[in-house]
């Protein structure tokens, strides 16, 4: 063990430390403040009675004969070579603004149409700016274009395109890309779990290796396979093997799959992903979050209760596809959970490449459960009540989530009695209780199963 231990941390060395920030940070980051505001005033007046309405090309040639000549200094024929092009992917927002503002480039407002505006959950100001706004960096300038009219179906709606010299293009490229490239490192710092068909929620790194209940030598394991996973990029890119691994937690529910997750993502400098549970998860959202997973490696691709998932709303095929053909350059570690392994086909458990890894996260034993129990109760109970109430839990087969509930509903019998903290009378009641509980559940489940055999 000492010497599973000493490697372990000589891996740790080489793994990268995470660079944190908040949901607030990012919010204050984009805010719509007064200094913002005011440089989004356009400098000056323009008649634009002639602006077309409706038709985006007329629209382009307009912009485009409307504006060069003030917006470019450059002679004749240079001014010749502007050209417009489709081909945006900046908004004039908090994240543009803030980009610009941390390289250096200068953003002119020289035609505005509006800024739309909302609050966001930390009461900042988050904004959208449409117009014609002229970006200067490194020699670099190119007029961006958000402008509204009237679409196919007479509706309002806003597009997007660019007005730059053909010798500046590739250059325009190239400032795009660089954007692109930070609002993706910006995203691996921001702590929030992206939820591919459902809202992101934000986390904080409150989850270490000592508070996860798992024996030591299978906790050592996983730690070990994880920083090696994180160590090894170099290794991989040498052997010309995509950086990615694959890793499956299985074993009865409640017992730490999930609190080890979270411990990894709290642990490591893993962009997590993971897809929204429910009806709506299907072959789409699963190509859709490993596509953003290989965009942000190094990712944590979290697919809960896979047993349940594959063959119901996601196809083997395609699932099966996405884990053999991901290319992974930056990085990606898929962990999947399962209740219940068998029902998993051998396309699936038994091939490395796909799950490289598999560990049973078991029921805890009575080594286990004393130590957990004790971080509850303490030492107000002796090792012999300690021993009986330890048996009893290990033999109804108690998951950690039900000596949780075991401390929990320990301390509700005393509160009734107007005590301070449980006697071994209101442990051995809960434990009853739980257990009857356990029983009543077991019954009623074999019996729908059953049922259902006998419709099928």
């Known amino acids: 063990m000492a010497k599973l231990k000493k490697v372990s941390s000589n891996i740790s060395k080489n793994v990268e430390k995470p660079k944190d920030l908040t949901e607030e940070q990012v919010e204050n980051q984009e805010h719509l403040n007064k200094e913002r505001f005011e440089s989004l005033k356009p400098k000056f007046s323009w008649d634009d009675t002639d602006r077309p309405k409706s038709n985006l090309v007329d629209l382009m040639h307009w912009a485009l004969n409307k504006f060069r000549n003030q917006a470019f200094n450059t002679s004749i024929d240079n001014i010749n070579k502007l050209q417009c092009y489709i081909h945006n992917k900046v908004v004039i927002d908090g994240s543009f603004m803030q980009f610009c503002e ?40 190119f007029l961006h274009c958000a402008l509204f009219h009237k679409g ?84 991989y890119e040498k052997c010309k093997i995509p950086w990615r691994r694959g890793v499956l937690l299985w074993g009865t529910p409640g017992n730490g799959k999930s609190s080890c997750v979270r411990t990894i993502i709290s642990q490591y400098n893993f962009k997590p992903v993971t897809v929204q549970s429910g009806a709506q998860t299907n072959d789409d959202t699963i190509t859709e979050a490993f596509a953003y997973a290989e965009e942000q490696g190094p990712s944590l691709l979290y697919i809960e209760d896979l047993d349940t998932l594959l063959g119901t709303q996601v196809t083997l095929s395609h699932f099966l596809q996405m884990m053999d053909g991901v290319s992974a350059k930056g990085g990606i570690m898929v962990i999947a959970t399962a209740n219940d392994i068998s029902r998993l086909k051998e396309s699936v458990t038994d091939r490395p490449s796909r799950f490289d890894r598999k560990w049973e996260i078991p029921l805890p034993d009575e080594k286990m459960a004393k130590k957990y129990l004790q971080k509850w109760f303490g030492d107000s109970l002796s090792d012999k009540e300690y021993a009986g109430i330890v048996k009893s839990a290990v033999d109804s087969h108690f998951s950690y989530a039900y000596l949780k509930e075991l401390y929990l509903t320990s301390m509700f019998n005393a509160m009734a009695a107007e005590r301070d903290k449980p006697t071994v009378a209101d442990i051995k009641a809960a434990t009853k209780q739980l257990t009857t509980d356990k029983e009543v559940f077991n019954q009623g489940f074999e019996l729908a199963q059953r049922e259902t055999l006998q419709i099928l």
């Open 152 to 235: 196919n179906q007479n509706e309002d709606e806003v597009s997007f395109f660019i007005i730059c010299h053909d010798d500046h293009f590739a250059k325009y490229v190239e400032f795009r890309n660089k954007y692109d490239k930070w609002l993706v490192d910006r995203d691996r710092e921001h702590l929030e779990i992206h939820v591919v068909g459902g809202e992101g929620y934000s986390y904080t790194r409150d989850a270490n290796w000592d508070d996860l209940f798992l024996p030591d030598a299978l906790k050592n394991d996983i730690k070990q396979s994880i920083e090696g996973f994180l160590a090894s990029k170099d290794f």
């Open 102 to 141: 941390q390289i250096g480039a200068k953003i002119e407002c020289l035609y505005r149409d509006s800024i739309a505006s909302w609050k966001s959950e930390h009461n900042y100001e988050h904004f959208m700016a449409q117009g014609i706004f002229k970006i200067i960096f490194e020699g670099t300038e």
